[in-house]
């Protein structure tokens, strides 16, 4: 199949093609184009080549497109699991929340081997088609009524459905932020990848984040200012992801690099999660997005429900809206910081922000203290920035190529397990307040003992030991990133072959760095696998 690439892409013809047939006549045709190239700007200063890109570049235009539509359908996701609350009885939202958590979890473990086969763009339009169907199916079990059984089945479809596309679409950043940054890398010689990767990743994080922002902003005029119920703004928002699709028609697949060309199996797939799996940087780099995961669900459990008692539930929505736009702001800092000091240093940050946060609620009454409980959102803000940039461009970095699909997989499994953990066992604890349904179907609350005087002084069990939770995997992040760096280093010591790449073999220059290729080389070229290290 032909596919035509952006003229800016240097070393690829107009034409070029993706098959196998076509392969070496594409590739001795890119190669006297490339040289035609290279003579024609000898005589251009160092300066301009070693240029940063700009996102104004063919393939990151082709990038912002889908990013756009990814902001504006995970955003409609995540908003609607603030509104579930208002929908459902509280069984089903109970337990039929941490059965899409659950969802996430195990659908995970096979998205990365399914977007392999799919490829980032068909992979990441069903995902988006079934946030629409869960969208859809919330709405409809909204208008049921919280007595009728209906919502059972009606929220379980769409409990599945939005948990298998949260699944698929984080398993699809991988691959789609790697081909992007490799393309970028080609289309702007002397471009160093750990830099693009950085831009690549933050602009994601920006633009999910602004979309958020938007969501949340949208909902407060909704509900505040036009008191519009929670189930057309569910529609509305359904509608929304829909059109957005549209947008998709402009953009394609990045070209994948020439070894990951050829499309995997179903099962090649399964066997490249194993060999994931059995590195041993997967199980150091995990340790982020699952203190992460758990400090997101000791803030909505503990941190939301003491807010509700100081500065009143209405401003929920202006709360959230500003975590999401620190999380904006600190992330275009961490990709400036990316580029001076690298993906670790940046680390060291969001794991501060993982220990100062459950510290300050453990061993100071801030949280009680009215407005001074937004110092906690923003640190949450704060650790989800490094996580979308310097946490997914280290895991990137170390896991290139088809792997990278269930390198992100795995990410957002873990992002979630925490959450799905500490979900059920919030669920199983005895409610302040029940709610039963009344002869004439409609929900009422069940009166509950009075308050206690002095309620601000005592400290939810679950929120202090949840919070213990978090501050020991906040302390264990940079150890375990450090092991993460020292493997990567013995695995280039003692296997240098490992870190050669495809170019290296056909003569030609490579500005690489080695590191960077080593996972690459290992997994795709097999030159050095783990066990011989």
């Given amino acids: 199949r032909k596919e035509e690439l952006p003229p800016a892409m240097g070393g690829f013809d107009a034409e070029h093609s993706y098959s196998s047939d076509d392969m070496s006549v594409s590739t001795s045709v890119g190669s006297a184009e490339a040289l035609q190239v290279a003579e024609a700007h000898e005589g251009s200063s160092s300066d301009d080549q070693q240029k940063e890109p700009t996102p104004r570049s063919a393939w990151m235009r082709n990038y912002e497109l889908f990013i756009i539509v990814w902001s504006i359908n995970f955003g409609a996701a995540t908003t609607s699991f603030d509104l579930e609350v208002f929908v459902l009885q509280p069984k089903v939202f109970g337990i039929g929340t941490g059965l899409l958590f659950l969802t996430i979890v195990v659908s995970s473990f096979v998205a990365g081997a399914t977007m392999n086969v799919l490829g980032p763009h068909r992979g990441m339009s069903y995902a988006f088609l079934g946030f629409v169907v869960y969208l859809v199916f919330l709405a409809i079990a909204g208008y049921a009524g919280m007595c009728s059984d209906w919502q059972w089945p009606l929220f379980l479809v769409g409990a ?163 975590q999401a736009l620190s999380t904006v702001i600190f992330a275009k800092l961490a990709h400036l910081a990316i580029d001076r000091v690298g993906n670790v240093a940046v680390m060291g940050v969001g794991a501060l922000a993982l220990v100062a946060g459950p510290a300050l609620f453990l061993f100071t009454d801030l949280a009680f203290e009215d407005w001074w409980i ?66 004439a179907g409609e929900m009422i609350k069940i009166a509950s003992a009075p308050a206690h005087e002095h309620w601000h002084m005592e400290k939810p069990f679950m929120a202090v030991a949840q919070a213990w939770i978090v501050l020991l995997l906040g302390v264990l992040v940079m150890p375990a990133v450090m092991l993460a760096e020292q493997y990567t280093a013995k695995m280039a010591k003692d296997c240098p072959e490992a870190t050669k790449s495809k170019d290296d ?29």
């Fill in 160 to 322: 599945f459905a939005c948990g298998t596309s949260v699944a698929h679409l984080g398993a699809g950043l991988g691959p789609l932020a790697d081909r992007t940054t490799a393309a970028v890398c080609k289309e702007i010689p002397g471009s160093e990848h750990v830099l693009v990767s950085a831009k690549v990743l933050a602009i994601q994080a920006i633009f999910n984040n602004l979309g958020q922002c938007v969501t949340m902003l949208a909902l407060t005029v909704l509900q505040v200012l036009l008191n519009v119920e929670e189930e057309p703004i569910i529609l509305i928002m359904a509608a929304t992801c829909l059109l957005s699709m549209g947008l998709l028609v402009f953009s394609r697949d990045p070209p994948p690099a020439e070894e990951d060309r050829e499309t995997p199996t179903l099962w090649e797939g399964i066997k490249l999660l194993l060999r994931y799996y059995k590195d041993p940087r997967a199980g150091l780099l995990a340790v982020y997005p699952l203190a992460l995961s758990c400090m997101s669900s000791w803030k909505t459990a503990g941190l939301s429900s003491i807010l509700k008692k100081t500065i009143g539930k209405q401003y929920l929505g202006v709360v959230m809206m500003l």
């Fill in 374 to 439: 937004l110092i906690f959102f923003g640190i949450v803000g704060i650790a989800w920035a490094v996580y979308e940039t310097a946490g997914r461009g280290l895991l990137l970095e170390n896991f290139r190529g088809q792997i990278s699909s269930v390198a992100f997989a795995s990410m957002t499994m873990q992002t979630f397990f925490g959450g799905m953990v500490f979900y059920f066992l919030d669920f199983f604890q005895t409610p302040e307040n029940g709610m039963l349904c009344n002869g």
């Fill in 505 to 533: 073999d056909e003569g030609l220059e490579f500005t690489g760095n080695p590191q960077q290729t080593l996972s690459h080389g290992e997994y795709l070229s097999g030159q050095c696998p783990s066990e011989n290290v």
